[in-house]
């Protein structure tokens, strides 16, 4: 029999609870409270959230100048694109501060001698783990900027907003978290020695929170074809914007490229 999940109620207050398809950790949009779904045991992690200081009108703002001009975007970009879809979306991270050792063995050979290197990097992150599966969110470019970090508080959020619920619980995001910063640990080798004999991470995780994070996410077109921006909207950054490519092909721009060295 299918369960029906849409029938569920808040444990704390009672109210019924907005569930999405894969959802696993929702947050009553009455009283705040994260629950876990289909499980006995309660979600015990501090659960925070990130001011939007941009409301609607300084997001339009805010993507007005970032179309205005840069590297690499085309001079008329201001003016032949139209805003075509602005929404703000509270996005679910589970962060965590991991303590981590890493004891590597391997051999340096871009000196030419192969010299023999051992030791121990121990390093600390606050390391975030997005809460959606199979997401297009640009989480490597976006920076949780934790300084705009309150308490969670549904009436702090931005009118008209849009939630997202996690789709897996914090067990899982450590599962992911240390796997993750595993393979950063091994990237970050290869700038120790060339060839990696042994390594070998221990990874404590020390600290952990659900995070919502304010995203202004907008649609733009331009020349008959349609790009994405992701805003952050605590900080105020561009955390990806889509550029066209330069107008009228190769040809255009080279042409364009000759005129202003020739000054015609
Ligand atoms: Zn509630």
């Keep these: 029999m299918p369960e029906l999940v ?14 999405g398809p894969g959802d696993v950790i929702v947050t009553c949009p009455y009283c705040g409270t994260a629950s876990r779904l289909r499980s006995g045991t309660p979600f015990l992690l501090r659960h925070g959230m990130l001011t939007a200081r941009l409301d609607r009108a300084a997001a339009t703002a805010a993507l007005e100048s ?4 840069g590297f690499l975007k085309p001079a008329d970009l201001r003016r032949a694109s139209r805003v075509t ?3 703000c979306v509270y996005v679910p991270f589970f962060v965590f501060e991991v303590d981590v050792k890493t004891s590597y063995a391997g051999v340096l050979t871009r000196t030419g001698t192969n010299e023999r ?3 121990t990097v121990p390093r600390d ?6 809460g959606r599966r199979g997401s ?10 934790l300084a705009y970090k309150v308490p969670f508080d549904t009436a702090g959020m931005l009118p008209e907003s849009r939630f997202l619920n996690a789709e897996f619980d914090e067990e899982e995001a450590v599962r992911i978290v240390r796997q993750e910063v595993e393979a950063h ?14 390594a070998r991470t221990e990874a404590a995780v020390k600290d952990a929170e659900f995070l919502h994070a304010p995203i202004w996410l907008a649609g733009y077109a331009y020349r008959d074809r349609e790009y994405r921006i992701v805003l952050d909207a605590a900080s105020g950054e561009v955390v990806r914007g889509d550029i066209p490519p330069p107008t009228g092909g190769l040809g255009e721009f080279l042409k364009d490229a000759g005129r202003g060295i020739f000054g015609r």
């Design 6 to 19: 849409d029938s569920l109620n808040c444990p704390k207050c009672g109210g019924p609870l907005k569930l």
């Design 66 to 69: 970032w179309l205005e001009g």
């Design 85 to 87: 879809s602005l929404e």
């Design 117 to 119: 290197r051992a030791g």
């Design 125 to 130: 992150y606050f390391w975030k783990v997005l």
């Design 136 to 145: 297009d969110f640009p989480v490597r470019e976006y920076k949780l900027p």
């Design 185 to 198: 640990e091994r990237e970050l080798l290869k700038d120790l020695v060339d060839v990696v004999e042994e």
